[in-house]
């Protein structure tokens, strides 16, 4: 149990520092823009096994995976809420102590293509740090390696190109890699991506053509367009006021948002005009919800509990008309 609490102590560190950064100007939308129904819990986890889900991605038939950050183990979660376990990443000699911010091995940001599994895996070791491939029925190999000083993230893949895009929060950075593997380079950085005592740039969605990103020191949502030539554009302030957001997702074909807040135990939803509104609270059973998903009709939210440290869960949320 003695890692289990050092990564709630950890996390509850970083998030409480996070809370006191934002100082933009903030545009709250009303109360009412919710565009979900109640949250209700799909699949509760075992936080003495060290499942704290840290992110989801949609799989087939209605499922998600999910990657427990703890037991450094993926898992799928059928829509009735049956878990299997699909994989599990190497074991870090030593506890791979020189993790950014963390100071212990952490599975962060995955992305599910036709049954195949991107993660990426931090443990403070260059032998070991970087991005990891599942085939279906396969075990988790890495396919692009990492500084041992990097802290990655967010990762998501443009079927158009076929390149992965991660996001490093320790480093400030946004690394491009092609998906069969290889050397990652970095294609975005500056001020807007950098940490500022806690994590900086963390969740990643490829949406509209245009890279976006979460920075949690800052609380924004920033968007970077992909250029014609594969290039990043000029990196443009979104929404601003998310106190320590996480990982996100998009609802539709819009520009509409549903943010997880971790170290601020709330859910936002933001308009396509950048403004936000809290739908989901401490009171609707989250537990440092730490990512999104969007399926179809369903909303998944990963409840880490680094810090309530209590019940780890799966919850799902049906789409208003």
């Given at each position: 149990?003695?890692?289990?609490?050092?990564?709630?102590?950890?996390?509850?560190?970083?998030?409480?520092?996070?809370?006191?950064?934002?100082?933009?100007?903030?545009?709250?939308?009303?109360?009412?823009?919710?565009?979900?129904g109640s949250a209700t819990v799909l699949a509760p986890f075992n936080i003495m096994e060290g499942q704290l889900p840290e992110n989801i991605a949609a799989a087939a038939n209605g499922s998600v995976d999910v990657n427990w950050n703890g037991a450094d183990t993926i898992a799928n979660v059928s829509s009735s809420g049956k878990v299997t376990v699909l994989g599990s990443l190497p074991s870090v000699p030593g506890?791979?102590?020189?993790?950014?911010?963390?100071?212990?091995?952490?599975?962060?940001?995955?992305?599910?293509?036709?049954?195949?599994?991107?993660?990426?895996?931090?443990?403070?070791?260059?032998?070991?740090?970087?991005?990891?491939?599942?085939?279906?029925?396969?075990?988790?190999?890495?396919?692009a390696a990492l500084p041992a000083d990097s802290l990655a993230n967010g990762i998501a893949l443009d079927n158009l190109t076929g390149t992965l895009y991660i996001t490093d929060s320790a480093l400030g950075v946004i690394w491009s890699v092609p998906a069969q593997g290889g050397t990652p380079t970095t294609w975005a950085s500056g001020k807007a991506l950098a940490p500022v005592k806690s994590f900086g740039v963390n969740g990643l969605k490829i949406h509209n053509g245009a890279v976006w990103v979460s920075n949690t020191s800052n609380g924004t949502l920033l968007r970077i367009p992909i250029l014609a030539n594969g290039k990043a554009?000029?990196?443009?302030?979104?929404a601003s006021g998310l106190t320590t957001i996480d990982d996100f997702a998009f609802v539709g074909s819009s520009d509409a948002v549903i943010a997880a807040l971790n170290g601020a135990n709330e859910v936002a939803y933001v308009t396509p005009s950048g403004a936000h509104s809290i739908i989901l609270t401490s009171a609707d059973g989250l537990?440092?919800?730490?990512?999104?998903?969007?399926?179809?009709?369903?909303?998944?939210?990963?409840?880490?509990a680094y810090y309530t440290g209590t019940s780890p869960s799966l919850m799902e949320a049906t789409l208003n008309n």
């Open positions: 149990m003695k890692w289990v609490e050092m990564r709630l102590t950890t996390r509850l560190t970083v998030a409480a520092v996070g809370a006191t950064l934002v100082t933009s100007v903030v545009l709250v939308a009303p109360a009412s823009a919710s565009p979900i506890g791979g102590t020189g993790t950014p911010f963390l100071k212990m091995p952490f599975s962060a940001g995955m992305v599910n293509n036709s049954g195949t599994i991107y993660t990426v895996f931090d443990t403070g070791l260059s032998s070991l740090n970087g991005v990891y491939r599942t085939e279906p029925g396969g075990t988790p190999t890495r396919i554009g000029a990196i443009k302030v979104f537990e440092n919800p730490s990512s999104v998903a969007v399926s179809g009709s369903t909303v998944y939210i990963a409840n880490a």
